[in-house]
RNA sequence: CGGGGUGUAGCGCAGUCUGGUAGCGCACUUGGUUCGGGACCAAGGAGUCGCAGGUUCAAAUCCUGUCACCCCGACCA
């Protein structure tokens, strides 16, 4: 329940249940266990580790590590870096400072890009009359099962309980999306051709209640951008869809530094009330997949169940044809399994809540006024560069702590250039400069101006270097699979010993032609848990389907999703 | 919702079988020693043992219920 200002509450219930806890089973021999990226000295860990381990890997920020134990990696990323933290309230997460500066600069320039392309930002209610949900079929049937629902307006002291009463006569549901209460005011403003196109973003958060929950990747609530556009025709309408999907396309490639593949969901993965999803798909450490952005061309559907009609240049009057297409804190999860390593995060520059991090080296008590300053006017100049458009971002650590503690802090939110400051590089008019990109005790000496004259190619070198390797990560691990005999080979798991142990990393993308029907692709999904991701928007050849032996048009792309 | 598991200090865990009213590591505070590095020594602060009932002289420990969280599924951005 959540109390407004006022006094009044809502009340919210949810139709799905709430999802089963489950702890991610600790290994009960395992030194340590894996709460020791907070940081343990090696000493400690050296005890621990005994004998037997004597010859293990070495040590890594974060424990597990992606090989051992990928899913409870991610959520240990997300804490060391500082990203967000699960909350009191069910399936919910709190976004801290630095999570959320990263949001930001995706909100910064996708809106940026949004206006670019001629749409303009607009808010809708959070609450959305039950009455609106019903009237696209196909999306009642989408959303029913993860609705949360608001039945009363006000709260009353009972036995020392407060207790939900006043019910309200129509019951609200919390956004899943807004395609019916837009779709509603859509009507209103469209009148005449003349009023069209209408092009509408919306930033937003948004209920879906899920039964398993996952920071950033699936929570309850979520923030997210919703555009919304009507059109007089269905080619327009087509065009829009296209046009955003590569907005999102040039999104993730140059600033998230994720390659995509851009493609069309089969029927099954399709919007609930969509003639047709595009996608953009992105592949994780483990292989999965990740949808990261989606763009609907929605028909007439929505514009007829909302009524948004229009009178074209001959009197004639006809339904507009819409789309709507988003993305979400998703990406910030996307841009974890992306770029992250056993040290813990590692941000795009370009996205980067801070570009660079001085950390002060005082130890001395009568350097220490010296060296901040220095390292002060160094801040300075450093903000007078510009990289992707913007200052670079500084931030000066001049927090009472150790230099080292600082340095690994850094290094597991992912911050990509570290500068350790002492009086021996005010000396030498010189920085110490430590990369992400690299490994953590990597730092060299660069003259202090070079390094002013070098930074935006640097931070270039680094958004480059990781998209790069995400590339190379990506197709190193897809294949093209012309048997279904090869195909179920590349996706079953090889055998573990636990059966409740965590699926090792296996299989990828795989590239196949197919002809199925929305059955066959079921069945797939129910034997392999693999579906068609998308079929490529990228020129194909035609072939024949190893599933039906049917010709087909083009290759299409499997794998296990989030 | 099916199968498996976990809730004890900010984080990670031990203690639960064999009830006797809490312990370890890291983090935190203070003092000292170190000083281009995820330090060392000492002292200290911090826990209604998820919650609610029950059994008992006595419950973290036994019983019942409940909630939350994680893993494998199902479903999903």
């Not at 395992?30 to 580790?49: K, N, Q, Y």
């Not at 400069?433 to 953590?440: H, I, P, S």
Request: charged share 25%.
């Amino acid at each position: 329940m959540t109390r407004d200002p006022l006094g009044r509450a809502f009340c919210f219930s949810a139709t799905a249940l709430p999802p089963r806890a489950a702890a991610p089973a600790q290994r009960p021999g395992s030194p340590g266990g894996c709460g020791r990226c907070a940081a343990t000295t090696p000493a400690t860990l050296g005890d621990s580790v005994g004998p037997a381990m004597s010859n293990a890997k070495p040590q890594t920020a974060i424990t597990p590590t992606r090989e051992d134990n990928y899913a409870e990696w991610y959520q240990q990323v997300v804490r060391a870096a500082d990203l967000a933290e699960t909350s009191p309230v069910r399936g919910c997460m709190v976004i801290k400072p630095w999570g959320y500066a990263l949001w930001e600069n995706v909100q910064r320039v996708l809106d940026k890009m949004f206006k670019d392309t001629g749409h303009v930002n607009a808010y809708f209610p959070l609450f959305i009359p039950l009455s609106f949900l019903e009237k696209e079929a196909a999306h009642v049937e989408g959303f029913a099962k993860e609705c949360a629902v608001v039945t009363h307006h006000r709260l009353e002291a009972r036995d020392g309980k407060l207790v939900p009463t006043g019910e309200l006569e129509e019951p609200l549901v919390v956004r899943p999306t807004s395609e019916t209460i837009i779709g509603e005011m859509f009507a209103k403003w469209v009148q005449s051709y003349r009023d069209l196109p209408l092009l509408i973003n919306q930033w937003a958060n948004v209920v879906r209640w899920e039964m398993r929950t996952r920071l950033f990747l699936r929570t309850a609530e979520f923030l997210w951008q919703e555009g919304h556009t009507a059109h007089a025709s269905a080619e327009e309408a087509v065009e829009e869809t296209m046009k955003m999907l590569g907005v999102y396309a040039d999104f993730a490639e140059n600033w998230m530094a994720t390659p995509v593949i851009q493609g069309e969901k089969t029927e099954g993965e399709r919007f609930p009330g969509a003639v047709q999803t595009f996608c953009i798909e992105a592949m994780m450490q483990d292989r999965k997949a990740l949808q990261a952005g989606t763009s609907h061309f929605l028909g007439q559907n929505f514009a007829k169940a909302s009524g948004i009609k229009f009178l074209d240049e001959k009197g004639v009057l006809g339904h507009a044809w819409t789309t709507s297409w988003g993305v979400s804190t998703r990406l910030i999860g996307s841009m974890i399994m992306t770029h992250a390593d056993d040290d813990g995060m590692v941000c795009p520059p370009k996205l980067a809540p801070q570009h660079v991090i001085i950390i002060p080296v005082t130890h001395k008590p009568e350097e220490r006024q010296r060296v901040l300053d220095w390292c002060k006017t160094l801040a300075a100049d450093l903000r007078q560069v510009q990289y992707a458009g913007q200052p670079v971002r500084v931030e000066l650590d001049a927090r009472d702590l150790r230099g080292g503690d600082k340095v690994w802090q850094w290094i597991k939110r992912g911050a990509p250039l570290r500068l350790e400051i002492g009086p021996r590089d005010i000396d030498k008019d010189s920085v110490f400069v430590g990369r992400r990109d690299k490994g953590a005790k990597e730092k060299t000496s660069v003259g202090r101006a070079e390094f002013l004259a070098s930074l935006p190619a640097l931070l270039q070198e680094i958004q480059d270097g990781l998209y790069q390797r995400a590339l190379a990560h990506r197709t190193a691990n897809t294949r093209v699979i012309d048997t279904k005999e090869e195909f179920y080979a590349y996706f079953t798991a090889p055998a573990t010993k636990d059966p409740n142990a965590p699926t090792p990393i296996h299989g990828g993308f795989a590239m196949t032609h197919f002809s199925g029907s929305k059955e066959l692709e079921a069945k797939i999904k129910d034997d392999l848990s693999v579906t068609v991701r998308c079929i490529p928007l990228a020129e194909g050849e035609p072939g024949t389907c190893p599933f039906t032996g049917q010709p087909s048009a083009k290759r299409v792309v499997w794998a296990k999703s989030y």
